[in-house]
């Protein structure tokens, strides 16, 4: 069926260095969306992406759309402790209703001060 | 505006038994959405209504997963009997806009479900 890979699943970093999650689709997305949830709590809305090659920034977080509309991307710049949480991809299929987001397994990110 | 009420908060049932979940979505919000996460992964979509009818319900479980939306405003979530593999995270989900826009989901806190 159609998924949404992302990669890697846990990511450690130290207080100060960057990091970046993958977000691969085996099919052609309408857009996709990025959320946030930190631990215990539920998914947050960051941003939405619709165009091919598309580039948003919010701060210190870049968020890319692939050429073929197929991948995204999302880096952040010096991570801080507040950082932490798992950061979910969610890719809608063209054709799809709005609940058909296909989510990622996600990325859980880890802050070390 | 106020958020996505969900209760209760916490559940522990033993197998076979029922329990049902209650969502009020955001005032407003036409479109309300079932989301079940299992520890690790991300939200699977349960099911999903626009005002008080069902748009998308082809992964509910139907043999003993059931929900409705009767005034087009808070939902229940039911299962009945449960089983083990049942345990997760059951959230709530509402947008403003209808089923072919690209409004964002605003989540509720969840249901955490624990089958014993």
């Known amino acids: 069926g159609q998924q949404v890979m992302q990669i890697p699943q846990y990511q450690h970093v130290q207080e100060g260095e960057d990091f970046t999650t993958y977000c691969n689709s085996s099919t052609t997305l309408s857009n996709i969306q990025w959320y946030k949830q930190r631990p215990g709590g539920h998914p947050v809305f960051l941003i939405q992406l619709v165009k091919s090659g598309e580039v948003k920034k919010q701060k210190r977080l870049t968020f890319q759309f692939g050429e073929a509309k197929k991948n995204s991307s999302l880096h952040i710049t010096a991570t801080q402790t507040t950082d932490v949480g798992t950061y979910f991809c969610a890719g809608k299929i063209y054709g799809g209703s709005q609940g058909n987001l296909i989510f990622g397994k996600g990325t859980k990110l880890s802050v070390k001060p | ?116």
């Open chain 2, 1 to 116: 505006e106020a958020g996505v009420a969900q209760s209760p908060r916490y559940k522990i049932i033993e197998k076979r038994q029922s329990v049902a979940f209650w969502c009020n979505p955001i005032s407003g919000h036409a479109t309300l959405y079932w989301y079940q996460q299992i520890l690790g992964q991300g939200p699977k979509l349960l099911i999903q209504f626009q005002n008080n009818g069902v748009v998308d319900d082809s992964q509910l479980p139907k043999d003993r997963f059931s929900a409705e939306r009767l005034k087009g405003v808070d939902s229940t979530l039911k299962i009945q009997p449960a089983k083990l593999e049942d345990s997760a995270v059951y959230l709530c989900a509402s947008s403003s806009t209808g089923q072919w826009n690209n409004s964002p989901l605003h989540f509720g806190n969840g249901t955490r479900l624990t089958v014993t």
